[in-house]
């Protein structure tokens, strides 16, 4: 019952982080509906504001009614750094967690995307086996193992500005795949040191072969 709360209110949070993101001259109120959005998205810090930036552009979670806080955790309600940034979680429904990494970012995939019911809410027919799919995997199991150079949930799709595998932009559009892959595949410097099972170096040429 609080998801379906929780995510009515973020559906109209939502709204209005769009509209105010159409009319960036407009005054913002002092209690922004997403101040995650609002305060990265005017930080000088690309690395701080790119994620806020493609978020508010074209993102699958942003079009079901999502935000920052369904990710990331903490406050969205205050324009407070460290009150937004909410590490205890008082005041959150979920503590702030700041940038994932590895596992971490399997582990905020799943939440929703291995929960049956969180997805049947939204897309009734997605699959929810993608993270169960991922630790069968070689990635999955290196990541396991602790190597931090294999793909992630968010390599192969984008973590902020995430599209349908259907959109033709999508990283995972079958034109695109090969490409997404071969970023780090084709990469001998990303690749050196892996090993086939006769002992020979893993090959880097699968995109021009
Ligand atoms: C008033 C401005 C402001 C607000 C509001 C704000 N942030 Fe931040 N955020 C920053 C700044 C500045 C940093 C850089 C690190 C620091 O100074 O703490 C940062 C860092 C981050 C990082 C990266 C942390 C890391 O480990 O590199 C994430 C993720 C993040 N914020 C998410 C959020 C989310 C989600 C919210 C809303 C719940 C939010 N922020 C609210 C200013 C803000
Ligand atoms: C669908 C989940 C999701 C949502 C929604 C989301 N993030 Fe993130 N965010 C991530 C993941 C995963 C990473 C780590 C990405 C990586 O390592 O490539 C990340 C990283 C970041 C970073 C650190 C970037 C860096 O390169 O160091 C910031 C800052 C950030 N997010 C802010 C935000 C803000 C602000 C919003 C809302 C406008 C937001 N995120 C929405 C999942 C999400
Ligand atoms: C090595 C790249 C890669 C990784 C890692 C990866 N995906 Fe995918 N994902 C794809 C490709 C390619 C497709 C589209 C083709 C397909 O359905 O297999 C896809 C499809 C999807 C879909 C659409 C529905 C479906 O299953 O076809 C979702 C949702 C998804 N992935 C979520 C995730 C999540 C969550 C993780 C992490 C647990 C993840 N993916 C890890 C490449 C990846
Ligand atoms: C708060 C819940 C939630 C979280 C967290 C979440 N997702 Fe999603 N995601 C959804 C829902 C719901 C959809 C279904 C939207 C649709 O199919 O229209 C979706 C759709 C997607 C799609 C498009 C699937 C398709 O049918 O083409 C991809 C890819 C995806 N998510 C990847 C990710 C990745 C990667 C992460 C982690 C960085 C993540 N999601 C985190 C709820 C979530
Ligand atoms: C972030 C970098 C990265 C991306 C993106 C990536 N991989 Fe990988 N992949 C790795 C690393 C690192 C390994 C570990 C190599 C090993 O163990 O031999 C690996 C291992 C593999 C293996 C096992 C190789 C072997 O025989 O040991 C296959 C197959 C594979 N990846 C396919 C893919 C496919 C298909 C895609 C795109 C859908 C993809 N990878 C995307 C980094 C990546």
């Known amino acids: 019952m609080r998801t379906v709360?929780?995510?009515?209110?973020?559906?109209?949070?939502?709204?209005?982080?769009v509209l105010a993101a159409a009319r960036p001259g407009a005054a913002q109120p002092s209690t922004e509906p997403n101040s995650c959005a609002t305060c990265h998205a005017a930080l000088p810090d690309q690395r701080l504001s790119a994620p806020a930036k493609a978020?508010?552009?074209?993102?699958?979670?942003?079009?079901?009614?999502?935000?920052?806080?369904?990710?990331?955790?903490?406050n969205p309600t205050t324009a407070d750094k460290v009150k937004s940034h909410d590490v205890a979680g008082r005041d959150s429904a979920m503590a702030f967690h700041g940038k994932p990494a590895g596992s971490e970012i399997v582990a905020t995939c799943a939440r929703c995307h291995?929960?049956?019911?969180?997805m049947?809410?939204?897309?009734?027919?997605?699959?929810?086996?993608?993270?169960?799919?991922y630790a069968t995997s070689v990635h999955g199991k290196r990541l396991?193992?602790?190597?931090?150079?294999?793909?992630?949930?968010?390599?192969?799709?984008?973590?902020?500005?995430?599209?349908?595998?259907?959109?033709?932009?999508?990283?995972?559009?079958?034109?695109?795949?090969?490409?997404?892959?071969?970023?780090?595949?084709?990469?001998?410097?990303?690749?050196?040191?892996?090993?086939?099972?006769?002992?020979?170096?893993?090959?880097?040429?699968?995109?021009a072969d």
């Open 114 to 118: 291995s929960n049956a019911e969180i």
């Open 144 to 207: 396991a193992a602790g190597d931090a150079k294999v793909a992630t949930c968010a390599t192969c799709h984008g973590a902020h500005g995430i599209r349908l595998v259907s959109d033709a932009k999508s990283p995972v559009f079958p034109t695109n795949v090969a490409g997404t892959c071969a970023s780090c595949h084709a990469n001998a410097e990303h690749m050196a040191g892996y090993k086939l099972a006769d002992g020979g170096a893993l090959p880097t040429t699968q995109l």
């Open 55 to 74: 978020f508010g552009a074209s993102d699958v979670h942003r079009e079901k009614g999502f935000m920052c806080v369904d990710c990331h955790g903490g």
């Open 5 to 17: 709360i929780n995510t009515a209110c973020r559906v109209c949070a939502a709204a209005l982080f």
């Open 120 to 133: 049947r809410t939204f897309a009734p027919k997605q699959r929810v086996d993608q993270a169960a799919e």
